[in-house]
């Protein structure tokens, strides 16, 4: 992160690059898939007047070319970010986090909740708890997106598979090549954790009923410009987890906390907020 310090922390037998801006309550941040804790530097940075902001970097992540040791998966990360809150001794936090990294955070929301203060969950993409028709609508969507980016990986075009992914994300043709470079650069540069990502077999504790057991504030939003499986998971989560309502988020994508960094912080500024004033006082 540009300009700010760099520090590192062993969880897990695995080493940890976090960095952190500001004072006040804690507020941690969890990237998705293709990303490392460069992409809320500027998230830090707005929030940072109002909270002690961290972001870190996924095992695996932000290391080009040498993947870390150990698995992939969703309990993986779920255990290093419970083993990260602990380390640095912050808990209980708010949890941000989106796609990849919002499936990484209900989970440690669910196995460690004395952790986490509240939780916003921007996009989660994990289907485990979706039933029925629900199910099918994912799937219809879920195949259009990634059977091409499945055979671009499997066949080792990595920097292609990446684009793809992106476009999808983004719900639109071309939509890599228009982001500004910083972040085109990024997901390059994580391009060869998208074999890991494609593949992951753990199994995790994000199930409905898992979901419905959850006390801690949660806000789940999504764009009204994203994609069908997008806003599937995202629905279906926000009705399974008590006093939680889903909030629809205009002309927004998959990939708002990029395209407006400004605007994602003040959605979670008001949900922090709006969450915590509804707490009972102690």
């Not at 540069?189 to 898992?210: G, I, V």
């Not at 806000?219 to 069908?228: E, H």
Request: glycine share 8%; charged share 20%.
């Amino acid at each position: 992160m540009d300009g700010n310090p760099k520090d590192s922390i062993t969880v897990n037998n695995h080493s940890i690059s976090y960095f952190q801006e500001g004072q006040g309550e804690p507020i941690v941040f969890v990237h998705g898939a293709l990303a490392d804790a460069r992409m809320w530097q500027e998230h830090c940075k707005i929030l940072s007047n109002e909270f002690r902001a961290i972001s870190f970097t996924q095992r695996h992540f932000g290391n080009p070319g040498n993947p870390s040791e150990g698995p992939f998966g969703i309990d993986t990360h779920a255990a290093d970010l419970e083993g990260l809150i602990e380390a640095l001794d912050i808990g209980p936090v708010h949890l941000v986090g989106w796609s990849y990294g919002a499936d990484v955070s209900l989970n440690a929301a669910i196995k460690a909740p004395k952790l986490i203060k509240s939780l916003y969950l921007y996009e989660p993409g994990y289907p485990g708890y979706i039933e029925n028709n629900d199910m099918e609508e994912y799937r219809r969507d879920a195949e259009t997106m990634f059977a091409e980016i499945f055979k671009t990986t499997a066949e080792g075009g990595l920097d292609t598979a990446v684009k793809l992914l992106i476009d999808g994300s983004g719900n639109q043709a071309g939509y890599f090549s228009q982001q500004p470079l910083k972040y085109r650069v990024q997901q390059l540069d994580n391009a060869y954790t998208l074999p890991l990502q494609l593949n992951q077999t753990e199994q995790t504790a994000l199930n409905p009923s898992s979901l419905s057991g959850i006390s801690i504030p949660v806000s789940v939003a999504y764009g009204s410009n994203t994609r069908q499986l997008f806003k599937t998971v995202s629905l279906v989560a926000g009705t399974l987890i008590p006093d939680t309502h889903p909030q629809e988020v205009s002309s927004a994508t998959h990939m708002l906390p990029l395209e407006d960094p400004a605007r994602f912080c003040q959605l979670v500024r008001e949900r922090i907020t709006n969450c915590c004033d509804q707490q009972p006082v102690a």
